[in-house]
């Protein structure tokens, strides 16, 4: 094995291990300082868990739980249409007194963070920086393979393996973060069914992108059938990549973001 090869094999091999602890690590960490759950007072209400209860624009009136919108992953719920209006209009400066809302379910405080919860729910927010890598990454990766497959380019396809490995390594990467902010973030029934797909999606993108990176060092290496795999699983990958997009999109700005 060449010296390039052995070190793709050693960055798929370390990212390979990297995935075994995306999972476990920070839904384990989570789980130890996880609050009550939810009234059921609260529940009749007509509100979920942790909703505020007071509008953020209007402070002294209480919400009415059909008024809602979704604001960075979050379900805000206000007390009439023309406050909904205004908060639409800019957020900013309604968030201290959304913030600073009574929530619904009671105001018992959850257990305080231990350091290691803390470093994992701050690692999560580096999550919406380092995705754009992978995207970027592996969608080239996949450009490159079909420009020298068509140009029978040897130097675009050894372009296309390195650029997927890396690829590989960060989807990892952004797959790790992801659940650790996923595991400390709180969202409505509708998007909370939409983040644990989304969160899935993810790690099933760093596993075909990690597939992916090894056919690719298997194809120049020994040729045959591999390259075909290869482009196979580079393809698989970066679908992958645009319909775990797609939902992490519905997260943030909501189900109506892509309606024309």
């Given at each position: 094995?060449?010296p390039r090869?052995?070190?793709?094999?050693?960055?798929l091999?370390?990212?390979a291990?990297?995935?075994a602890?995306v999972?476990?690590?920070?839904s384990?960490l989570?789980d130890?300082g996880?609050?009550?759950p939810?009234?059921?007072?609260?529940?009749?209400?007509?509100?979920?868990?942790?909703a505020?209860t007071?509008?953020p624009?209007?402070t002294?009136?209480?919400?009415?739980p059909s008024?809602w919108?979704d604001?960075?992953?979050r379900?805000?719920y206000?007390?009439?249409?023309r406050?909904?209006k205004?908060f639409?209009?800019?957020?900013t400066?309604?968030l201290a007194?959304?913030e600073?809302?009574p929530r619904?379910?009671?105001d018992?405080?959850?257990?305080?963070?231990?350091g290691?919860?803390?470093?994992?729910?701050?690692a999560?927010r580096?999550?919406?920086?380092?995705?754009?890598?992978?995207?970027a990454?592996?969608?080239?990766?996949?450009?490159?393979?079909i420009l020298?497959?068509a140009r029978r380019?040897k130097?675009?396809?050894v372009?296309a393996?390195?650029?997927a490995a890396?690829?590989?390594a960060?989807a990892v990467?952004?797959?790790a973060?992801?659940?650790?902010?996923?595991a400390f973030?709180?969202f409505?029934d509708d998007?909370?069914r939409?983040?644990e797909?989304h969160r899935?999606?993810?790690?099933?993108t760093?596993s075909?992108?990690?597939f992916?990176?090894?056919?690719?060092?298997?194809s120049?290496?020994?040729?045959?059938g591999?390259?075909?795999?290869?482009r196979?699983?580079l393809?698989a990958a970066?679908?992958?990549?645009?319909?775990?997009g797609f939902f992490?999109?519905?997260?943030?700005?909501g189900f109506d973001?892509?309606?024309w």
């Amino acid at each position: 094995m060449l010296p390039r090869q052995r070190t793709l094999v050693r960055l798929l091999a370390l990212a390979a291990l990297a995935a075994a602890a995306v999972v476990a690590a920070p839904s384990a960490l989570a789980d130890e300082g996880a609050a009550a759950p939810a009234s059921t007072a609260a529940l009749a209400a007509g509100l979920p868990a942790g909703a505020n209860t007071m509008c953020p624009v209007l402070t002294d009136e209480p919400v009415d739980p059909s008024i809602w919108v979704d604001y960075q992953g979050r379900r805000v719920y206000l007390c009439c249409q023309r406050c909904k209006k205004k908060f639409l209009e800019d957020p900013t400066p309604y968030l201290a007194a959304l913030e600073a809302s009574p929530r619904a379910g009671g105001d018992a405080p959850a257990a305080p963070l231990s350091g290691s919860q803390r470093l994992v729910r701050f690692a999560g927010r580096f999550h919406p920086a380092t995705v754009h890598f992978p995207i970027a990454l592996i969608a080239v990766a996949a450009l490159f393979e079909i420009l020298g497959a068509a140009r029978r380019d040897k130097t675009l396809a050894v372009a296309a393996v390195w650029l997927a490995a890396l690829g590989a390594a960060g989807a990892v990467g952004a797959a790790a973060l992801g659940w650790s902010a996923a595991a400390f973030s709180s969202f409505p029934d509708d998007l909370g069914r939409v983040l644990e797909t989304h969160r899935w999606l993810g790690l099933t993108t760093a596993s075909a992108a990690v597939f992916a990176a090894a056919a690719g060092v298997l194809s120049l290496r020994r040729g045959g059938g591999w390259p075909f795999l290869f482009r196979l699983l580079l393809l698989a990958a970066t679908v992958l990549v645009l319909v775990t997009g797609f939902f992490g999109g519905i997260l943030i700005y909501g189900f109506d973001h892509y309606r024309w």
